[in-house]
């Protein structure tokens, strides 16, 4: 579609193409940040769930060691009655993680119903003898421990002590342990207990905290988050009561505090709820055994403890203690916290920058998609402005060529047939077509030169003589210049004035000059020629005519390949639209540019060339030498 001559058809796809990239713009703004959000509930459900079987499986350990480290105790008070302590040993050899315990204490306390009373008997389990060993007390870290257990009140018929103690103290850590009485079948086949007043032991395992530290927190550490994915997150597990940091995964102290957690959770804990997975089938009966409803002491089955993979003997018959129904329990206390935030400060952080990342990539992605849609069209509309200036050229040549061609013609048949048979007629016929034939290879040099430069020719330059060039350009411009009659006034340098450049390409621009201040010249026929020392690195070479100008708005394009002004083409002035062009060229090549000053009183063409004040004798008159034998090639074919 056009109007005025000007095409729409790529400006509405331009609007269109930039309409769509605007609207993707927009959908990949929303999506990203949809993709954000998503991204940033995944990382924290992943991270929580991690978190959560990161403490669980801690709890599930010390669970495991308590499960497996009850005992039950005979009939008799004293110490030395308890029965088999093998499962303690078994603990040691087969354990996933035997390490976990440090020591081992039984404590027998007996009840006489006053609080803080209580006579208290402790011995310590001697791994290497296998045996329960009598001590004075406990160690000094965990003596707050058995002042707890002397007030515990005295158990009766319907609750133990299970009831009143929790099953972790902070002090050591360690691991509070009831070993309540064992309920015995009387003759009928029914369970009893005992209600005379005795003795409860207790079992106080006392935890090795070193080992969770250095060895059993990085290890789980590593198992539920990967070696890499460990390294991603900075964890802080911290004392709650006292807030004391209890293990950091950073080794910048400083860092070990974490203000806002990703993720947090509360553990080290017994968790009773667990004790199903360390229950074994009785294999006498096929069913686990249970108390009977309504029994004292206990509305839990009585389940049986699982052998270490690999341990002999029986299953050992333990006691889960629970109140009675309705009895409340002691609530959850974990002793420690546990907080996980990303080593970039917060998932919120990682997700902002890598959203910030996508923003960049995309937003790059769009830009380059956006440029490369105007350089196609602005390439498009530079291909059909050049399509345009070569068929103009196209058609000026075969114009140019069909007037000379056709004059050459006419006057060669007036010749042939006869018709011309005075002598000076024949002369003016003779001119004629030298004069039409000049035009024809000055046209057919500017086209192969034009060809040259489009094909990456370059120049090969040289000291040479600026007053020569200018000689020889003039000389080669006789003919045209007696035809027009034309004069130039050529005003050379006061010294010799030397430039490094090709000496015919220089030439062919000067003459190209001279021939354009011909055509536009204007009535009084001048053409001036200057030569001057522009500074110490630059010769500057003037042409100049006394014609109307060049226009104003025509300025900015006469260099351009094929173009012609408006006052060139409306005067039907012969020409290609090349001269310029390769003027141009040919300066840039030399390293030079060329400047054009024109009013309504004429025109300047400046060359402005780089000098050669380094130049050599020899090579001047090496230069001196190629210019005449350049010469008197052109006088032989003259």
């Not at 070993?179 to 007043?197: D, T």
């Not at 040099?445 to 350009?473: I, K, T």
């Amino acid at each position: 579609m056009r109007t005025g001559g000007r095409p729409w058809g790529p400006l509405a796809l331009a609007g269109v193409l930039a309409a769509l990239l605007l609207s993707l713009a927009a959908l990949q703004w929303r999506w990203l940040g949809q993709i954000s959000a998503d991204e940033r509930d995944r990382m924290q459900t992943s991270l929580r769930t991690q978190v959560t079987q990161f403490t669980q499986e801690f709890d599930r350990e010390l669970t495991r060691a308590y499960f497996w480290l009850q005992a039950d105790r005979g009939p008799a008070p004293a110490v030395a009655a308890l029965d088999s302590v093998g499962h303690f040993q078994r603990w040691f050899t087969t354990a996933p993680h035997p390490q976990l315990v440090r020591e081992i204490f039984v404590v027998s306390v007996a009840h006489d119903g006053q609080p803080g009373t209580q006579d208290a008997d402790v011995s310590r389990y001697d791994r290497d003898r296998e045996t329960l060993v009598p001590v004075a007390t406990l160690p000094a870290d965990l003596t707050p421990i058995l002042a707890r257990l002397r007030d515990v009140p005295g158990p009766g018929a319907d609750r133990g002590p299970g009831s009143f103690t929790p099953a972790v103290a902070a002090e050591g850590p360690a691991l509070i342990i009831p070993r309540p009485p064992v309920p015995v079948i009387n003759a009928g086949g029914a369970i009893e207990f005992s209600r005379e007043r005795r003795p409860w032991d207790y079992t106080i395992v006392q935890l090795d905290t070193t080992y969770i530290r250095q060895t059993f927190l990085p290890d789980l550490l590593t198992k539920h988050f990967g070696e890499a994915r460990a390294s991603e997150y900075r964890v802080s597990i911290v004392d709650r009561a006292s807030q004391a940091s209890m293990f950091c995964s950073d080794a910048n102290v400083a860092r070990c505090a974490i203000a806002e957690p990703d993720a947090s959770e509360e553990f080290f804990e017994v968790r009773m709820r667990e004790f199903n997975r360390f229950v074994v089938v009785d294999d006498r009966r096929g069913q686990p055994a249970r108390a009977p409803q309504g029994s004292a002491g206990s509305t839990a089955p009585l389940a049986t403890a699982p052998l270490p993979p690999g341990a002999p003997g029986p299953n050992v018959t333990v006691n889960v203690v629970r109140g009675e129904q309705g009895e409340r329990r002691p609530e959850r206390q974990p002793l420690w916290r546990a907080d996980f935030a990303h080593q970039a400060g917060s998932l919120e952080a990682v997700v902002a920058s890598a959203r910030r990342r996508n923003l960049f990539v995309s937003s790059s992605v769009l830009l380059l998609l956006g440029a490369s849609i105007g350089m196609l069209l602005v390439s498009s509309a530079r291909a059909r402005t050049l399509a345009a200036q070569q068929m103009e050229f196209v058609a000026g040549v075969s114009h140019e060529l069909r007037t000379p061609l056709a004059v050459i013609r006419s006057a060669a048949e007036n010749l042939a047939d006869g018709v011309v048979g005075d002598a000076d007629q024949v002369k003016r016929y003779g001119q004629l077509i030298a004069g039409e034939g000049r035009r024809l290879t000055e046209m057919v040099e500017q086209v192969m030169e034009f060809a040259g430069f489009e094909a990456g020719r370059a120049l090969d330059v040289s000291p040479v003589a600026a007053v020569d060039v200018v000689q020889m350009a003039i000389e080669a411009s006789g003919p045209l210049l007696a035809e027009t009659g034309t004069s130039v006034d050529f005003e050379p340098p006061d010294g010799a004035v030397l430039v490094r450049a090709n000496h015919g390409a220089l030439a062919r621009s000067v003459q190209n000059l001279i021939s354009n201040a011909v055509k536009y010249g204007g009535a009084d026929r001048w053409v001036g020629v200057r030569v001057r020392q522009a500074d110490a690195r630059t010769v500057a070479i003037a042409v100049s005519d006394h014609g109307r100008g060049i226009p104003e708005q025509d300025l900015p394009r006469i260099f351009e390949p094929f173009y012609r002004g408006q006052p060139a083409v409306d005067g039907h002035i012969h020409g290609s639209g090349l001269g310029l062009s390769l003027v141009d060229r040919i300066v840039r090549q030399h390293g030079g540019r060329v400047q054009v000053q024109s009013s309504t009183r004429g025109t300047t063409f400046t060359l402005l060339i780089p000098a050669a004040p380094e130049a050599t004798a020899t090579e001047v008159v090496e230069s001196v030498a190629a210019m005449d034998a350049q010469l008197g090639r052109r006088g032989h074919a003259s």
